[in-house]
């Protein structure tokens, strides 16, 4: 709770005073970079809600697989705008989302895999489902980082 409230009283840590920097020296401007971020996540979003919409045509479950796959991979990837790719991928691979990282990186094959390879839609479904889980479970250790719980 304390750090929440550094952060939301404009108190840095020696953390984000790290992120602060990276930032600066990103070559994209502030408002760039918050704008790669909205329309990735949007894209990320649209594509996913796409694929759900799509899983009711026939061979809809191909394209929602698809279509949901892509979409988490934009919503993961609109972070880069933020804090760069590298400092993304590490901060991915930290002790505390390792294990989430791994299960959703997986998922994400999987499905793809299920859909084009193995073309099992049910699995597709299951690993979709299973995307859903780990991509909750990534997201929870971030908020747990910054509002310990």
């Known amino acids: 709770m304390d750090k929440l409230r550094r952060v939301l009283s404009g108190q840095e840590d020696n953390e984000e005073r790290g992120l602060t920097q990276v930032l600066d020296a990103s070559t994209l401007s502030y408002s760039t970079r918050i704008k790669g971020f ?13 694929g759900t919409a799509l ?21 993961i990837s609109s972070t880069c705008f933020l804090m760069g790719p590298l400092n993304q991928l590490k901060r991915m691979f930290e002790p505390t989302r390792l294990i989430a990282t791994i299960v959703m990186l997986l998922c994400l094959i999987l499905t ?38």
Do not use: D
Request: charged share 5%; with cysteine; aromatic share 16%.
């Open 38 to 50: 909205v329309i990735c996540f949007a894209c990320g979003i649209l594509c996913s809600l796409l």
């Open 55 to 75: 899983l009711f045509l026939p061979n809809g479950t191909r394209l929602f697989g698809v279509f949901y796959t892509l979409g988490n991979i934009a919503a």
């Open 112 to 149: 793809l895999c299920a859909v084009f390879w193995w073309q099992k839609n049910g699995l597709a479904i299951i690993f979709c489902i299973l995307q859903f889980l780990s991509m909750t479970c990534y997201i929870h250790t971030i908020v747990t980082f910054i509002i310990p719980i």
